[in-house]
Protein backbone atom coordinates (compact mmCIF):
# COMPACT_ATOMS: atom_id res chain seq x y z
CA UNK A 1 0.00 0.00 0.00
CA UNK A 2 1.56 3.49 -1.21
CA UNK A 3 0.87 6.45 1.35
CA UNK A 4 1.35 10.13 -0.05
CA UNK A 5 2.31 11.67 3.20
CA UNK A 6 1.27 14.68 5.17
CA UNK A 7 4.44 15.68 8.02
CA UNK A 8 4.39 17.38 10.57
CA UNK A 9 7.15 19.57 12.19
CA UNK A 10 8.47 18.53 15.17
CA UNK A 11 10.49 20.28 18.04
CA UNK A 12 12.31 17.57 19.41
CA UNK A 13 15.49 18.75 17.59
CA UNK A 14 14.24 22.13 18.01
CA UNK A 15 15.63 25.36 16.07
CA UNK A 16 15.80 26.31 12.42
CA UNK A 17 18.48 23.87 10.77
CA UNK A 18 20.25 24.97 8.22
CA UNK A 19 20.04 21.45 5.51
CA UNK A 20 22.46 20.49 2.23
CA UNK A 21 22.48 18.29 -0.36
CA UNK A 22 25.17 16.27 1.34
CA UNK A 23 26.27 16.21 4.87
CA UNK A 24 30.40 17.49 5.29
CA UNK A 25 32.81 16.75 7.86
CA UNK A 26 32.22 18.69 11.17
CA UNK A 27 34.95 20.50 12.79
CA UNK A 28 34.55 19.88 16.80
CA UNK A 29 34.82 23.79 18.41
CA UNK A 30 34.41 22.46 21.97
CA UNK A 31 33.68 19.29 24.03
CA UNK A 32 33.41 17.78 27.47
CA UNK A 33 32.96 14.19 28.08
CA UNK A 34 32.91 14.58 32.08
CA UNK A 35 35.70 12.37 31.87
CA UNK A 36 37.64 14.28 34.78
CA UNK A 37 35.57 15.08 38.09
CA UNK A 38 37.50 17.82 39.24
CA UNK A 39 36.48 20.00 36.34
CA UNK A 40 33.20 19.69 36.28
CA UNK A 41 33.21 20.78 39.29
CA UNK A 42 35.21 23.61 39.19
CA UNK A 43 34.39 24.53 34.87
CA UNK A 44 30.93 24.14 35.52
CA UNK A 45 28.49 26.28 37.61
CA UNK A 46 24.83 25.13 39.21
CA UNK A 47 22.03 27.18 39.83
CA UNK A 48 18.42 27.93 40.12
CA UNK A 49 15.52 27.75 42.23
CA UNK A 50 14.71 24.05 43.49
CA UNK A 51 12.52 23.33 46.79
CA UNK A 52 14.63 20.26 47.96
CA UNK A 53 18.10 19.39 48.64
CA UNK A 54 19.45 17.85 45.22
CA UNK A 55 22.06 19.16 42.60
CA UNK A 56 23.99 18.12 40.10
CA UNK A 57 26.52 15.94 40.58
CA UNK A 58 29.26 13.86 38.59
CA UNK A 59 29.25 10.11 38.31
CA UNK A 60 31.20 7.36 36.41
CA UNK A 61 28.68 4.58 36.43
CA UNK A 62 26.25 4.07 33.73
CA UNK A 63 23.86 1.52 36.19
CA UNK A 64 23.84 4.11 39.40
CA UNK A 65 20.15 4.55 39.61
CA UNK A 66 17.50 3.01 37.05
CA UNK A 67 13.98 2.85 37.35
CA UNK A 68 11.80 -0.39 36.18
CA UNK A 69 13.20 -2.05 33.36
CA UNK A 70 14.86 1.09 32.53
CA UNK A 71 18.61 0.29 30.60
CA UNK A 72 21.84 1.64 31.92
CA UNK A 73 23.09 4.59 30.97
CA UNK A 74 24.47 4.33 27.29
CA UNK A 75 26.21 7.44 26.08
CA UNK A 76 29.54 6.85 24.53
CA UNK A 77 31.54 7.51 27.35
CA UNK A 78 29.09 6.85 30.18
CA UNK A 79 31.96 5.03 32.20
CA UNK A 80 34.34 7.48 32.46
CA UNK A 81 32.04 10.16 34.12
CA UNK A 82 28.98 12.09 33.28
CA UNK A 83 26.56 14.09 34.93
CA UNK A 84 23.20 14.20 36.56
CA UNK A 85 20.14 15.68 38.31
CA UNK A 86 18.30 13.15 40.34
CA UNK A 87 14.69 14.57 40.61
CA UNK A 88 13.14 11.73 42.13
CA UNK A 89 15.52 11.76 45.13
CA UNK A 90 14.77 15.74 45.05
CA UNK A 91 11.57 14.71 46.52
CA UNK A 92 7.65 16.16 46.54
CA UNK A 93 9.57 19.32 45.61
CA UNK A 94 9.37 22.21 42.35
CA UNK A 95 13.01 22.62 40.77
CA UNK A 96 13.95 24.57 38.04
CA UNK A 97 17.62 24.18 38.19
CA UNK A 98 21.01 24.88 36.10
CA UNK A 99 24.16 23.69 35.22
CA UNK A 100 26.28 26.59 32.72
CA UNK A 101 29.32 25.67 31.38
CA UNK A 102 32.40 28.44 31.38
CA UNK A 103 32.84 30.47 28.55
CA UNK A 104 33.53 28.91 24.58
CA UNK A 105 35.34 30.98 22.11
CA UNK A 106 33.15 30.10 18.68
CA UNK A 107 34.25 33.74 17.02
CA UNK A 108 35.72 31.52 14.27
CA UNK A 109 32.61 29.45 13.20
CA UNK A 110 29.72 31.00 11.04
CA UNK A 111 27.62 28.09 12.80
CA UNK A 112 27.50 26.37 15.85
CA UNK A 113 25.11 23.39 16.67
CA UNK A 114 25.66 21.65 20.13
CA UNK A 115 25.25 17.38 20.64
CA UNK A 116 24.57 15.93 23.77
CA UNK A 117 24.11 12.11 24.81
CA UNK A 118 21.45 12.32 27.22
CA UNK A 119 19.19 10.09 29.29
CA UNK A 120 15.76 11.92 30.40
CA UNK A 121 12.64 10.61 32.35
CA UNK A 122 9.78 12.61 33.41
CA UNK A 123 7.02 11.35 35.91
CA UNK A 124 4.60 14.87 35.66
CA UNK A 125 2.81 16.31 32.75
CA UNK A 126 4.86 17.41 29.94
CA UNK A 127 3.83 20.61 30.15
CA UNK A 128 5.07 20.76 33.48
CA UNK A 129 8.90 19.11 33.24
CA UNK A 130 10.58 20.99 30.65
CA UNK A 131 13.59 20.48 29.66
CA UNK A 132 16.22 23.06 27.63
CA UNK A 133 19.20 24.07 26.25
CA UNK A 134 20.17 28.33 26.92
CA UNK A 135 22.70 29.93 24.93
CA UNK A 136 23.88 33.39 26.19
CA UNK A 137 26.69 35.60 24.95
CA UNK A 138 26.26 38.49 27.21
CA UNK A 139 28.63 36.57 29.90
CA UNK A 140 26.01 34.68 31.20
CA UNK A 141 23.46 37.33 32.47
CA UNK A 142 20.70 36.47 30.16
CA UNK A 143 19.92 33.35 27.99
CA UNK A 144 17.97 32.26 24.66
CA UNK A 145 16.46 29.06 25.87
CA UNK A 146 15.22 25.98 23.10
CA UNK A 147 13.07 23.34 24.69
CA UNK A 148 14.67 19.73 23.82
CA UNK A 149 13.43 15.93 24.63
CA UNK A 150 9.85 16.51 23.42
CA UNK A 151 10.05 13.57 21.54
CA UNK A 152 10.16 11.66 24.76
CA UNK A 153 6.64 10.26 26.30
CA UNK A 154 5.69 10.47 30.09
CA UNK A 155 7.35 7.88 31.84
CA UNK A 156 9.26 6.10 29.22
CA UNK A 157 12.04 4.22 30.87
CA UNK A 158 13.02 2.44 27.71
CA UNK A 159 15.84 4.77 26.48
CA UNK A 160 19.60 4.17 27.41
CA UNK A 161 19.77 7.27 25.20
CA UNK A 162 18.40 10.27 23.88
CA UNK A 163 20.22 12.20 21.69
CA UNK A 164 20.14 15.96 21.17
CA UNK A 165 21.21 17.79 17.70
CA UNK A 166 20.05 21.58 18.32
CA UNK A 167 21.57 25.12 15.79
CA UNK A 168 22.86 27.29 18.32
CA UNK A 169 22.75 30.55 15.50
CA UNK A 170 23.31 33.19 18.42
CA UNK A 171 26.49 31.39 19.19
CA UNK A 172 27.77 32.25 16.14
CA UNK A 173 31.25 34.34 15.16
CA UNK A 174 30.81 35.21 19.17
CA UNK A 175 33.87 34.95 21.48
CA UNK A 176 32.18 34.69 24.46
CA UNK A 177 29.32 31.86 24.56
CA UNK A 178 27.75 29.95 28.13
CA UNK A 179 25.68 27.00 27.51
CA UNK A 180 23.58 26.05 29.85
CA UNK A 181 21.40 23.23 30.57
CA UNK A 182 18.16 23.78 32.50
CA UNK A 183 15.00 21.51 33.76
CA UNK A 184 11.73 22.56 35.43
CA UNK A 185 10.00 19.53 36.94
CA UNK A 186 8.40 17.70 40.49
CA UNK A 187 9.45 14.42 41.38
CA UNK A 188 10.58 13.40 38.40
CA UNK A 189 13.31 10.84 37.51
CA UNK A 190 16.55 11.64 36.11
CA UNK A 191 18.63 13.27 33.91
CA UNK A 192 21.69 12.37 32.83
CA UNK A 193 24.21 14.54 30.64
CA UNK A 194 27.57 13.34 28.45
CA UNK A 195 29.52 13.99 25.59
CA UNK A 196 28.34 17.68 25.33
CA UNK A 197 30.08 18.74 21.86
CA UNK A 198 29.46 22.24 19.79
CA UNK A 199 30.21 21.53 16.35
CA UNK A 200 30.28 23.72 13.38
CA UNK A 201 28.14 21.76 10.85
CA UNK A 202 24.49 19.41 11.15
CA UNK A 203 25.82 16.64 12.82
CA UNK A 204 22.72 14.13 11.93
CA UNK A 205 23.81 11.48 9.38
CA UNK A 206 21.84 11.72 6.32
CA UNK A 207 19.76 8.94 6.48
CA UNK A 208 18.50 8.02 10.18
CA UNK A 209 15.04 6.77 10.63
CA UNK A 210 12.85 5.06 13.60
CA UNK A 211 9.90 3.17 14.17
CA UNK A 212 8.14 5.23 17.45
CA UNK A 213 7.19 4.52 20.94
CA UNK A 214 3.85 5.28 19.31
CA UNK A 215 2.99 2.30 17.79
CA UNK A 216 -0.45 0.29 17.98
CA UNK A 217 0.03 -3.53 19.90
CA UNK A 218 -2.63 -6.24 21.04
CA UNK A 219 -5.45 -4.62 23.50
CA UNK A 220 -4.72 -7.27 25.66
CA UNK A 221 -1.25 -8.85 27.03
CA UNK A 222 -3.21 -12.17 27.85
CA UNK A 223 -6.73 -13.23 26.13
CA UNK A 224 -9.18 -15.88 27.12
CA UNK A 225 -9.54 -17.90 24.11
CA UNK A 226 -13.49 -17.04 24.53
CA UNK A 227 -12.59 -13.79 24.24
CA UNK A 228 -10.44 -12.96 21.01
CA UNK A 229 -11.56 -9.65 19.31
CA UNK A 230 -10.22 -7.88 16.20
CA UNK A 231 -7.94 -5.31 16.34
CA UNK A 232 -5.29 -3.29 14.04
CA UNK A 233 -2.22 -1.61 13.37
CA UNK A 234 -0.08 1.68 13.22
CA UNK A 235 2.89 3.62 13.77
CA UNK A 236 4.37 6.87 13.42
CA UNK A 237 7.92 6.57 11.64
CA UNK A 238 10.65 9.55 12.60
CA UNK A 239 13.17 11.01 10.01
CA UNK A 240 15.88 11.67 12.45
CA UNK A 241 18.27 12.55 9.84
CA UNK A 242 19.45 15.69 7.21
CA UNK A 243 18.07 14.55 4.31
CA UNK A 244 14.20 13.24 2.77
CA UNK A 245 13.55 10.00 2.52
CA UNK A 246 11.61 8.85 -0.51
CA UNK A 247 9.65 5.38 -0.94
CA UNK A 248 10.16 4.15 3.00
CA UNK A 249 8.20 0.65 3.38
CA UNK A 250 7.08 0.14 6.81
CA UNK A 251 5.71 -3.48 7.48
CA UNK A 252 4.06 -5.44 10.31
CA UNK A 253 4.36 -8.98 10.98
CA UNK A 254 2.33 -11.39 13.21
CA UNK A 255 3.54 -14.67 14.13
CA UNK A 256 2.68 -17.69 16.39
CA UNK A 257 5.84 -18.94 17.26
CA UNK A 258 6.24 -21.15 13.79
CA UNK A 259 4.85 -19.34 11.22
CA UNK A 260 3.49 -16.00 10.08
CA UNK A 261 0.38 -15.58 10.29
CA UNK A 262 -0.19 -12.03 8.91
CA UNK A 263 1.98 -9.95 7.26
CA UNK A 264 1.22 -6.31 5.97
CA UNK A 265 3.31 -3.12 4.17
CA UNK A 266 2.91 0.75 3.65
CA UNK A 267 5.12 2.30 1.90
CA UNK A 268 5.67 6.14 2.19
CA UNK A 269 5.83 8.68 -1.01
CA UNK A 270 8.74 11.17 1.24
CA UNK A 271 9.58 11.96 5.24
CA UNK A 272 11.15 15.12 5.49
CA UNK A 273 14.32 15.65 7.65
CA UNK A 274 12.87 16.85 11.13
CA UNK A 275 9.78 15.28 11.31
CA UNK A 276 6.95 12.52 11.91
CA UNK A 277 4.92 10.46 9.43
CA UNK A 278 2.13 9.95 11.57
CA UNK A 279 -1.45 8.11 12.35
CA UNK A 280 -1.38 6.12 9.25
CA UNK A 281 -3.25 2.62 9.32
CA UNK A 282 -2.77 -0.01 8.34
CA UNK A 283 -5.74 -1.79 5.94
CA UNK A 284 -6.04 -4.42 7.28
CA UNK A 285 -6.96 -6.23 10.65
CA UNK A 286 -6.22 -9.51 12.50
CA UNK A 287 -8.03 -11.61 14.70
CA UNK A 288 -6.47 -14.25 16.97
CA UNK A 289 -7.29 -18.15 16.76
CA UNK A 290 -9.25 -18.75 19.72
CA UNK A 291 -7.06 -22.00 21.07
CA UNK A 292 -5.66 -21.43 24.58
CA UNK A 293 -1.51 -21.58 24.44
CA UNK A 294 -0.75 -19.52 21.57
CA UNK A 295 1.59 -16.96 21.85
CA UNK A 296 2.24 -14.35 19.22
CA UNK A 297 4.89 -11.90 18.51
CA UNK A 298 4.18 -8.74 16.38
CA UNK A 299 6.75 -7.07 14.61
CA UNK A 300 7.14 -3.34 12.69
CA UNK A 301 10.10 -3.01 10.55
CA UNK A 302 11.14 -0.11 8.81
CA UNK A 303 13.19 -0.20 5.54
CA UNK A 304 14.68 2.16 3.25
CA UNK A 305 15.01 2.56 -0.18
CA UNK A 306 18.49 3.01 -1.35
CA UNK A 307 20.21 4.00 1.21
CA UNK A 308 21.57 2.38 4.36
CA UNK A 309 20.18 3.83 8.29
CA UNK A 310 22.64 4.83 10.06
CA UNK A 311 21.27 3.42 13.37
CA UNK A 312 19.23 0.58 12.35
CA UNK A 313 18.14 -0.73 16.11
CA UNK A 314 15.84 1.84 16.23
CA UNK A 315 14.21 0.58 13.01
CA UNK A 316 11.48 -2.29 14.69
CA UNK A 317 9.37 -2.53 17.47
CA UNK A 318 8.22 -5.50 19.06
CA UNK A 319 4.88 -6.38 20.85
CA UNK A 320 3.93 -9.94 22.53
CA UNK A 321 0.34 -11.33 23.62
CA UNK A 322 -1.01 -14.48 24.11
CA UNK A 323 -4.44 -16.64 24.03
CA UNK A 324 -5.01 -18.03 27.25
CA UNK A 325 -7.93 -20.72 28.54
CA UNK A 326 -8.97 -18.26 31.20
CA UNK A 327 -6.69 -15.37 31.90
CA UNK A 328 -7.10 -11.56 31.06
CA UNK A 329 -3.83 -9.56 31.58
CA UNK A 330 -3.07 -6.20 30.21
CA UNK A 331 1.06 -7.05 31.05
CA UNK A 332 3.40 -9.82 30.49
CA UNK A 333 5.32 -9.72 34.21
CA UNK A 334 8.15 -7.57 32.31
CA UNK A 335 10.09 -4.50 33.33
CA UNK A 336 7.84 -4.60 36.43
CA UNK A 337 8.77 -1.80 39.13
CA UNK A 338 6.46 0.24 41.62
CA UNK A 339 4.70 3.01 41.61
CA UNK A 340 1.85 5.33 43.49
CA UNK A 341 0.38 8.83 42.99
CA UNK A 342 3.03 11.56 43.87
CA UNK A 343 0.25 13.44 46.26
CA UNK A 344 -2.10 10.69 48.02
CA UNK A 345 -1.55 7.43 49.51
CA UNK A 346 -4.99 6.51 48.72
CA UNK A 347 -6.17 5.44 45.55
CA UNK A 348 -7.36 2.60 43.16
CA UNK A 349 -5.86 1.03 40.45
CA UNK A 350 -6.37 -1.33 38.12
CA UNK A 351 -7.29 -2.36 34.58
CA UNK A 352 -10.21 -2.46 32.15
CA UNK A 353 -11.26 -6.05 30.41
CA UNK A 354 -13.62 -6.03 27.43
CA UNK A 355 -15.80 -9.28 27.66
CA UNK A 356 -17.05 -9.81 24.09
CA UNK A 357 -19.04 -13.05 25.33
CA UNK A 358 -20.74 -13.48 28.27
CA UNK A 359 -20.44 -17.56 27.53
CA UNK A 360 -17.12 -19.81 26.19
CA UNK A 361 -17.18 -21.85 23.13
CA UNK A 362 -19.46 -24.23 23.90
CA UNK A 363 -22.29 -21.93 24.86
CA UNK A 364 -21.23 -22.14 28.63
CA UNK A 365 -22.29 -19.28 31.03
CA UNK A 366 -19.21 -17.69 31.77
CA UNK A 367 -17.85 -15.57 35.44
CA UNK A 368 -15.60 -13.50 36.63
CA UNK A 369 -13.55 -15.57 39.13
CA UNK A 370 -10.35 -14.37 40.74
CA UNK A 371 -8.26 -11.25 40.63
CA UNK A 372 -4.56 -11.26 40.90
CA UNK A 373 -2.31 -8.28 41.55
CA UNK A 374 1.20 -7.61 42.84
CA UNK A 375 2.36 -5.18 46.07
CA UNK A 376 4.86 -2.95 45.37
CA UNK A 377 5.89 -2.67 49.13
CA UNK A 378 4.24 -5.66 50.97
CA UNK A 379 6.95 -5.39 53.69
CA UNK A 380 6.07 -1.81 54.41
CA UNK A 381 2.53 -2.71 55.03
CA UNK A 382 2.04 -6.23 56.88
CA UNK A 383 -1.02 -5.92 59.09
CA UNK A 384 -2.93 -3.41 56.96
CA UNK A 385 -5.83 -4.41 54.00
CA UNK A 386 -6.52 -3.81 50.47
CA UNK A 387 -9.69 -4.33 48.64
CA UNK A 388 -10.76 -5.08 45.38
CA UNK A 389 -13.30 -4.48 43.38
CA UNK A 390 -15.04 -5.16 40.04
CA UNK A 391 -17.44 -2.44 38.34
CA UNK A 392 -19.51 -3.09 35.04
CA UNK A 393 -19.25 -0.61 32.20
CA UNK A 394 -21.15 -0.48 28.74
CA UNK A 395 -19.20 1.83 27.21
CA UNK A 396 -20.84 5.08 27.10
CA UNK A 397 -19.47 8.13 28.76
CA UNK A 398 -15.13 8.19 28.68
CA UNK A 399 -14.83 10.07 25.57
CA UNK A 400 -12.56 12.39 27.74
CA UNK A 401 -10.82 9.74 29.39
CA UNK A 402 -12.73 10.53 32.85
CA UNK A 403 -15.29 7.84 33.94
CA UNK A 404 -17.87 9.11 36.63
CA UNK A 405 -19.92 7.32 39.41
CA UNK A 406 -23.34 6.99 37.42
CA UNK A 407 -21.72 6.55 33.92
CA UNK A 408 -20.42 2.73 35.43
CA UNK A 409 -22.28 0.11 37.65
CA UNK A 410 -20.93 -1.12 40.90
CA UNK A 411 -19.09 -2.47 42.59
CA UNK A 412 -20.63 -5.75 41.06
CA UNK A 413 -17.93 -7.46 43.58
CA UNK A 414 -15.35 -6.88 46.17
CA UNK A 415 -13.63 -8.80 48.46
CA UNK A 416 -10.05 -7.66 50.80
CA UNK A 417 -7.16 -9.13 51.28
CA UNK A 418 -5.09 -8.79 54.84
CA UNK A 419 -0.90 -7.76 54.41
CA UNK A 420 1.09 -10.41 56.28
CA UNK A 421 4.25 -8.64 54.86
CA UNK A 422 5.86 -11.44 53.30
CA UNK A 423 4.15 -11.30 49.25
CA UNK A 424 6.81 -11.08 46.56
CA UNK A 425 4.89 -11.73 43.47
CA UNK A 426 1.23 -12.18 42.75
CA UNK A 427 -1.59 -12.38 45.39
CA UNK A 428 -4.85 -14.30 44.06
CA UNK A 429 -8.27 -14.01 45.64
CA UNK A 430 -12.03 -14.41 44.59
CA UNK A 431 -13.27 -11.61 43.01
CA UNK A 432 -16.57 -11.96 45.59
CA UNK A 433 -16.86 -11.86 49.08
CA UNK A 434 -16.58 -15.39 50.02
CA UNK A 435 -15.76 -16.62 46.84
CA UNK A 436 -18.27 -15.79 45.08
CA UNK A 437 -18.23 -15.92 41.31
CA UNK A 438 -20.01 -13.04 39.47
CA UNK A 439 -22.11 -13.72 36.11
CA UNK A 440 -20.39 -11.83 33.25
CA UNK A 441 -22.42 -10.05 30.20
CA UNK A 442 -22.12 -10.00 26.35
CA UNK A 443 -20.24 -6.90 25.00
CA UNK A 444 -19.13 -5.71 28.33
CA UNK A 445 -16.47 -3.77 29.96
CA UNK A 446 -15.18 -4.92 33.74
CA UNK A 447 -13.08 -2.79 35.64
CA UNK A 448 -10.88 -4.48 38.08
CA UNK A 449 -9.16 -2.22 40.52
CA UNK A 450 -6.69 -2.46 44.01
CA UNK A 451 -7.99 -0.12 46.90
CA UNK A 452 -5.46 1.33 49.21
CA UNK A 453 -7.87 2.84 52.30
CA UNK A 454 -6.80 5.43 54.62
CA UNK A 455 -4.19 4.34 57.20
CA UNK A 456 -0.90 5.51 57.91
CA UNK A 457 -0.58 8.61 56.29
CA UNK A 458 3.42 8.31 56.41
CA UNK A 459 3.32 4.91 54.94
CA UNK A 460 3.88 4.93 51.07
CA UNK A 461 1.19 2.49 48.95
CA UNK A 462 3.00 0.98 45.48
CA UNK A 463 1.72 -1.10 43.40
CA UNK A 464 3.65 -2.83 40.52
CA UNK A 465 3.71 -1.79 37.28
CA UNK A 466 5.73 -2.17 33.79
CA UNK A 467 6.13 0.71 31.38
CA UNK A 468 6.84 -2.51 28.77
CA UNK A 469 3.53 -1.82 27.16
CA UNK A 470 1.85 1.30 25.67
CA UNK A 471 -1.99 1.57 24.96
CA UNK A 472 -1.59 5.10 23.64
CA UNK A 473 -1.74 4.25 20.08
CA UNK A 474 -3.84 1.03 20.30
CA UNK A 475 -6.61 3.03 21.93
CA UNK A 476 -6.03 5.84 19.22
CA UNK A 477 -6.28 3.23 16.62
CA UNK A 478 -9.28 1.21 17.82
CA UNK A 479 -11.29 4.55 19.12
CA UNK A 480 -10.86 5.35 15.42
CA UNK A 481 -12.01 2.91 13.80
CA UNK A 482 -14.95 2.22 16.20
CA UNK A 483 -13.26 -1.45 17.96
CA UNK A 484 -14.73 -2.20 21.20
CA UNK A 485 -11.74 -3.41 22.57
CA UNK A 486 -9.66 0.19 23.50
CA UNK A 487 -9.38 0.94 26.77
CA UNK A 488 -6.67 -0.33 29.16
CA UNK A 489 -6.53 1.56 32.21
CA UNK A 490 -8.10 3.23 34.90
CA UNK A 491 -7.08 5.28 38.28
CA UNK A 492 -9.09 6.55 40.88
CA UNK A 493 -6.48 9.31 43.27
CA UNK A 494 -8.70 9.99 46.50
CA UNK A 495 -10.80 7.53 46.11
CA UNK A 496 -13.67 9.49 44.61
CA UNK A 497 -15.52 7.66 42.77
CA UNK A 498 -14.12 9.14 39.37
CA UNK A 499 -11.75 7.39 37.32
CA UNK A 500 -8.75 8.80 34.67
CA UNK A 501 -8.96 6.29 31.70
CA UNK A 502 -4.78 7.49 31.43
CA UNK A 503 -3.75 6.90 35.18
CA UNK A 504 -0.38 7.82 34.96
CA UNK A 505 0.26 7.53 31.67
CA UNK A 506 -1.13 4.53 28.73
CA UNK A 507 2.08 3.41 29.44
CA UNK A 508 1.95 2.94 32.69
CA UNK A 509 -0.13 -0.45 33.61
CA UNK A 510 -0.71 -2.08 36.52
CA UNK A 511 -0.11 -5.66 37.50
CA UNK A 512 -4.15 -6.46 37.96
CA UNK A 513 -5.41 -9.59 36.48
CA UNK A 514 -8.75 -11.08 35.97
CA UNK A 515 -9.11 -15.04 35.72
CA UNK A 516 -12.94 -15.83 34.05
CA UNK A 517 -14.58 -19.45 33.62
CA UNK A 518 -17.40 -21.74 33.74
CA UNK A 519 -18.81 -21.91 37.59
CA UNK A 520 -18.35 -25.33 38.43
CA UNK A 521 -14.53 -24.54 39.09
CA UNK A 522 -13.22 -25.72 41.98
CA UNK A 523 -13.91 -22.41 44.84
CA UNK A 524 -10.23 -21.73 46.41
CA UNK A 525 -11.80 -20.08 49.36
CA UNK A 526 -12.24 -22.53 52.79
CA UNK A 527 -16.05 -21.31 54.49
CA UNK A 528 -16.46 -21.97 58.06
CA UNK A 529 -20.12 -23.39 58.42
CA UNK A 530 -23.29 -21.17 58.11
CA UNK A 531 -23.86 -21.13 61.98
CA UNK A 532 -20.35 -20.11 62.91
CA UNK A 533 -21.58 -16.38 63.32
CA UNK A 534 -25.35 -15.53 64.30
CA UNK A 535 -26.09 -11.60 63.31
CA UNK A 536 -29.13 -9.63 65.49
CA UNK A 537 -31.23 -8.20 64.98
CA UNK A 538 -30.97 -8.32 60.81
CA UNK A 539 -32.80 -4.91 60.35
CA UNK A 540 -31.07 -2.42 63.47
CA UNK A 541 -31.17 0.74 64.32
CA UNK A 542 -28.76 1.95 67.01
CA UNK A 543 -26.43 -2.01 67.25
CA UNK A 544 -26.06 -5.35 65.92
CA UNK A 545 -24.47 -7.94 67.95
CA UNK A 546 -22.11 -10.99 66.25
CA UNK A 547 -22.80 -13.80 68.48
CA UNK A 548 -19.40 -16.35 67.22
CA UNK A 549 -19.39 -20.13 67.67
CA UNK A 550 -16.20 -22.06 66.65
CA UNK A 551 -16.25 -26.01 66.80
CA UNK A 552 -12.13 -25.08 67.59
CA UNK A 553 -10.29 -22.20 68.96
CA UNK A 554 -8.74 -19.93 66.73
CA UNK A 555 -5.72 -17.98 67.45
CA UNK A 556 -6.69 -15.45 65.00
CA UNK A 557 -9.73 -13.93 64.73
CA UNK A 558 -10.87 -11.30 62.27
CA UNK A 559 -14.59 -9.40 62.08
CA UNK A 560 -14.65 -6.71 59.28
CA UNK A 561 -17.69 -4.73 58.72
CA UNK A 562 -18.66 -3.80 55.30
CA UNK A 563 -20.65 -1.39 53.49
CA UNK A 564 -22.64 -2.99 50.84
CA UNK A 565 -20.32 -1.02 48.34
CA UNK A 566 -17.54 -2.77 49.38
CA UNK A 567 -15.78 0.15 51.94
CA UNK A 568 -14.79 -1.20 54.77
CA UNK A 569 -16.19 0.51 58.04
CA UNK A 570 -14.49 -1.05 60.94
CA UNK A 571 -12.18 -4.28 62.09
CA UNK A 572 -12.20 -6.29 65.17
CA UNK A 573 -9.02 -8.71 66.05
CA UNK A 574 -9.31 -11.43 68.56
CA UNK A 575 -6.93 -13.64 69.62
CA UNK A 576 -7.59 -17.27 71.30
CA UNK A 577 -11.32 -17.51 70.46
CA UNK A 578 -13.80 -20.04 70.29
CA UNK A 579 -17.18 -18.40 71.41
CA UNK A 580 -17.82 -14.69 71.56
CA UNK A 581 -20.13 -12.22 71.57
CA UNK A 582 -19.32 -8.87 70.48
CA UNK A 583 -21.45 -5.89 69.98
CA UNK A 584 -20.96 -3.09 66.84
CA UNK A 585 -22.76 0.85 67.71
CA UNK A 586 -24.39 1.69 64.49
CA UNK A 587 -25.08 5.13 65.65
CA UNK A 588 -22.74 6.88 63.20
CA UNK A 589 -23.38 5.13 60.09
CA UNK A 590 -25.95 6.05 57.45
CA UNK A 591 -29.15 3.97 56.96
CA UNK A 592 -28.17 0.84 54.06
CA UNK A 593 -27.04 -2.75 53.74
CA UNK A 594 -24.14 -4.00 55.48
CA UNK A 595 -21.78 -7.13 56.27
CA UNK A 596 -19.96 -8.51 58.90
CA UNK A 597 -17.54 -10.62 58.03
CA UNK A 598 -15.23 -13.48 60.35
CA UNK A 599 -12.34 -14.64 59.60
CA UNK A 600 -10.51 -17.41 61.31
CA UNK A 601 -7.20 -19.70 60.96
CA UNK A 602 -9.97 -22.30 59.55
CA UNK A 603 -11.82 -20.81 56.80
CA UNK A 604 -13.97 -17.19 56.28
CA UNK A 605 -18.19 -16.49 56.10
CA UNK A 606 -19.73 -13.41 56.02
CA UNK A 607 -23.80 -12.16 56.97
CA UNK A 608 -26.02 -9.44 56.19
CA UNK A 609 -27.52 -6.92 57.93
CA UNK A 610 -29.73 -3.62 57.58
CA UNK A 611 -29.40 -0.75 58.99
CA UNK A 612 -32.48 1.26 58.98
CA UNK A 613 -33.86 4.21 60.92
Not at 13 to 31: K, R, S, V
Not at 108 to 114: C, F, H, K, S
Not at 303 to 322: H, R, W, Y
Not at 546 to 575: C, H, K, Y
Request: net charge negative; glycine share 8%.
Amino acid sequence: MSVQLFTKSILSLLCILAFAATTTAQNIIWEDDFSDEDAFYNEWTTGGTNGGNEDWVWLNDPGFINFGSQPDYGSTTASNGYIMFNSDANGENSHDVTVTSSAIDCSAYGQVYLTAENQYAFFSAATFSIAEVGVSTDGGNSFIYYQIHTDVEQNDLTSAVNPVNIELPEAANQAEVYIQFRWQGFYEYTWKIDDVKLVDSDPRPDHDMRVNQFHAIAPNSAVPASQVSTFGFMADIQNMGAMEQLNATLSIDINDGSSDVFTEELTYAMVGPDSVAENVFFQNEFIPVAEAGTVYTGTYTLSLEGNDDANPVDNTQDFIFAVTDTLFAKENGTGLYATQPADDNDYRFGNIFYVANGSDMDGEQLYARYVSFYLGNADDLAGSSVTTYLYEWNGEGGEDFELTEGEYVGPIAFNFYNINGSENGLTTIPVGLDGDFIQLKDDTYYIIVVEFAPGDEDTDNFMVVTSDVDYQAMNFYQDSVMNADKWAVALDVGNTGDYSLVGFGLDVVPVVRLSIGVEEVVNSVDLLSANTINVYPTVANEQVWAEINLDNPTENLRIDMFSNDGQLIQSTSLENVRQEKLKFDLNNLPTGSYYLRLQTDEGIRSKPFMIQR
